[in-house]
């Protein structure tokens, strides 16, 4: 009997099992939390300078989600987006990068400051880890078609600033024909005057609409230094007793220098004086988000985005503007180089009259490459800055880049997606973690 009783037992327990419930109310909680953290921070304007600023995004945390209550800490990535840190891996000679490294001293768009670093590199062992790689200087890239190819395969990008002498260079060139799409057609004897966008973008996947669009919203920084002179300008138009303090800078373009003067007024209220014809006399009155033209032999547009202090400020290029030939093709013989597919869609700028292409993007499997002739020869134009910027930023790596990262070893990942509108309009994907520091 017995037995009957424990063989009944076991099969009722192998055939009709006993149901276990387990809660899973922490790792709920733990995701509720992360969504109504990040639509809290937006609600209250915070989310754009949290996303880039660690130490703004801990201190918030720490104060909402104290760790000594909750036993949750953070952690949070950027994608898709300009990176607050970039590197530009630079086959350059050491006065390249000095250039590049004033050009791009001070960048700073839509409120965040953006550090740029450049460290030299070969072609050999590109240095990593860089967002773009800056090829500037003729060379044949044969030898190291697999090193950039490696490198593009990782989501950076290529930039070269080169000029080409003969058809071979570019033709007999696997790396110009595949990485950077390039084909020559002959050499043609050339008179230009000046380089212009060839286009405006025809929509937001159009390959020209982000360097295009960086180059008219993305404010070019202009450094100022303390003035020489005891005054300010007699011909200022305030008067000088309201000029407490200032510094002096220029604008260049088409080679020709446009004086400025930063000024704070003995009521500490900042603004800018602008000579606007070059003729060396301040005629222009400016403050954050005034627009002016600058005037020589044709009218450019502009606005004032911001005054950073006595530091500097930041110009913001308008439509339509148009480049001294910074190919030097005027009474020369040029090499006709263009896209090697023949799509005329990939040049971003040609020369004027002859259409010459100067600049050439090319987007594929591999990643964003882009050739621009050299504009090196007479010095540099802040245009000249502006584009190349444009260029790089372009073709930089926008992969997933961690902001506030610690150890974090299991966690849930809130996304959300963000926009910015100040200068630019910029679109990226913020990702909030929450969880324990040795899991659960």
Known sequence: MITVVIILFIAFSIFFPGFVYRSRWNEAYVVLLGRDTILTVDRIG?????????NSLQKYLDDTLPTNK?????????????KSQLTIACNCTEQQISALSEFFSGLRFNGREVQVLIPKSNLDVINQPADVLLIWGYKNLNPYAQNIKSFLAGGSGVVEIMDFSDINQVNNDN???EIFGLQASGITAS???????????SNASDIIYSPY?????????LKTIPNTTS??????????SNCANFTQGNMTFSKTSFKFWDCVSSAGAPSVYFDTNANGLAD??????????????????????????MRKIGVAFRANFTFDDFGNFAGTSVLNVAPRDGDDGKILVRTSPGNFPVVILNRTSVGRAAWVADFSEDGYGDDEKQLLMSLILWSSNKRAIGILSPNLRAGFLTSYINTANQDMFEVYKFNLGLGFPFGR
């Not at 949750?72 to 898709?80: A, K, M, P, T």
């Not at 669009?213 to 993305?218: E, P």
């Open 213 to 221: 669009k960086f180059f008219y919203h993305i404010p070019f920084p």
């Open 46 to 54: 915070k989310l754009y300078n949290f996303s880039f600023s660690a």
């Open 175 to 177: 790396t110009q024909r």
């Open 70 to 82: 909750t036993n949750l800490i953070g952690s949070s990535e950027v994608d898709g987006t300009i």
């Open 231 to 240: 005054s300010v300008p007699s011909d200022i138009p305030i008067p000088p």
């Open 284 to 309: 222009a009155s400016l403050l954050p988000g005034d627009n002016f033209n600058l005037t020589k032999i044709v009218s450019y547009n502009f606005t004032l985005s911001y005054i950073d202090g």
């Open 191 to 201: 008179d230009e005057l000046s380089d212009k966008f060839t286009r405006s973008p």
